[in-house]
């Protein structure tokens, strides 16, 4: 069969089966999970893998699941990925009640893309044609939040890293992987749409913690030391370091306080914070960072708290690949009218995709179908062919063209490719150092 045989069948295999992959995006946006607690979304990966007769390893970094088309074989693997957690965004009308939980930033669908694109490599029957193998990731913990219950985590032993591709690169589940792909919901896009990914933000993630001394606030406020007052004086800081940001860099600072007191009627003894540091290079994080320690630490001495700081490795800036973003923009063309795929341009926010992407090459296009920002209560899916059904075809067509035969368009996109670190080993090493304290 030729390529574009090849194509047709599977794209009509995943169309066949469109209702059942629709229902599937719907199942899993009905329960919402937050990231390494994803144990119902991944049972549910579990069951529809079974339905396709896939082999599968479940129970990575806690709640990732990993399953492979073929059961054993050699030569070049490409990956499929699909984020299984969802955000916080208690005002979102499918959100969990208790826990604020949502699929408000479209990771079922990607959960949807992924699984769509292995029922139709698989039930088409043309894994005989490719060369290699391909993997389907369902993986925990993208978003980046709850720090202080993954810290506990970290602590427990029960996770290395933060950041669910960060702990599966970790644990050796991308050991086997030679090419990544996944896609993202494009914010405010109702129409059929692929904007082809180019580059991202990363950041280091942040703790803060200002202890003053309680006293009675209207009393003997003079009796105590206000740690509001010094989180407060903090961001103040942070907001006078603006303009020193170079706009090339991309950079964005956003602190929280999580905990602002104990009691209105108390000195405040206890306050603390969470803030990102994103900039579009590992450089500018890191110079940023320090600035922003600065300011941390300043608003601590003013006013005579104890403070500290605990710095976090987030995720890296994503890089894509140009050779393997050709390819799935060459095949967007052949599903949509050209002026329907578009370059996303560099994307101000940040994934752990930019942890696989700086280690093999990697894509990560974002797709239409949605209306509303991510993570507000206005994002809503318009067309689910659009934003599930047809990057499942996409991602089933590019794997297509990298494998076929001897698998020589794949051989030239990892020969393309420079990786930033030489081994796993040396960015596991670069990340382990990002982990700091600093106290005052």
Do not use: W
């Not at 991308?174 to 129409?191: L, R, W, Y």
């Not at 206000?226 to 600072?253: C, K, P, Q, W, Y």
């Not at 803030?275 to 890191?286: F, G, H, I, L, T």
């Amino acid at each position: 069969m030729t390529v574009d045989e090849l194509k047709s069948l599977v794209c009509k295999t995943i169309d066949d089966n469109a209702e059942k992959l629709i229902s599937f995006a719907k199942d899993i946006k009905s329960t919402p999970e937050l990231g390494f607690k994803e144990e119902k979304t991944a049972e549910k990966v579990c069951h529809f893998f079974q339905k396709l007769n896939l082999s599968y390893e479940n129970k990575l970094a806690l709640t990732g699941v990993k399953a492979k088309l073929k059961k054993n074989c050699e030569g070049v693997n490409v990956a499929i990925l699909g984020e299984l957690d969802g955000v916080i965004c208690f005002d979102s009308l499918d959100a969990n009640k208790e826990t604020g939980a949502s699929h408000t930033c479209g990771h079922n669908l990607q959960i949807a893309t992924m699984v769509g694109a292995a029922l139709g490599l698989k039930l088409s029957g043309i894994e005989t044609h490719l060369s290699g193998n391909v993997s389907f990731m369902a993986v925990p913990a993208e978003e980046f939040i709850e720090i202080e219950y993954r810290q506990k985590l970290k602590e427990e032993g029960k996770i290395h890293f933060l950041a669910g591709k960060q702990e599966l690169i970790y644990i050796g589940a991308f050991d086997d992987v030679d090419i990544a792909m996944m896609m993202h919901s494009q914010k405010n896009s109702p129409k059929p749409t692929i904007a082809i990914g180019e580059t991202s933000n990363g950041f280091l993630g942040k703790t803060i913690q200002y202890i003053g001394k309680a006293a009675h606030a209207a009393e003997a406020p003079d009796k105590g030391v206000n740690a509001l007052n010094a989180a407060t004086l903090g961001i103040m800081g942070i907001n006078a370091l603006r303009e020193s940001f170079r706009d090339e860099d991309s950079i964005r600072v956003h602190p929280i306080i999580t905990k602002g007191g104990d009691t209105v009627n108390s000195v405040p003894s206890d306050v603390r914070m969470e803030s990102y540091v994103r900039a579009k290079n590992v450089d500018a994080m890191k110079s940023t960072n320090e600035k922003v320690d600065r300011a941390l630490l300043g608003g601590g001495f003013a006013m005579g708290t104890k403070t500290i700081i605990n710095t976090i490795p987030g995720h890296l800036p994503l890089k894509c690949s140009k050779p393997l973003n050709k390819i799935f923009e060459n095949n967007s063309k052949q599903l949509l009218p050209k002026d329907s795929v578009i370059g996303a341009g560099h994307f101000a926010a940040s994934t752990d995709m930019g942890d696989v992407s700086n280690l093999i090459p990697s894509i990560h296009p974002f797709v239409g179908g949605v209306s509303g920002a991510l993570h507000t209560k206005d994002f809503k899916v318009e067309d689910y062919n659009a934003a599930c059904i047809l990057p499942a075809k996409l991602m089933a067509m590019t794997v297509i063209d990298l494998l076929y035969k001897d698998g020589k368009k794949a051989a030239e996109v990892i020969s393309d490719y420079k990786p930033t670190f030489e081994s796993k080993e040396e960015y596991i090493k670069f990340l382990e150092n990002c982990f700091e304290r600093k106290m005052q």
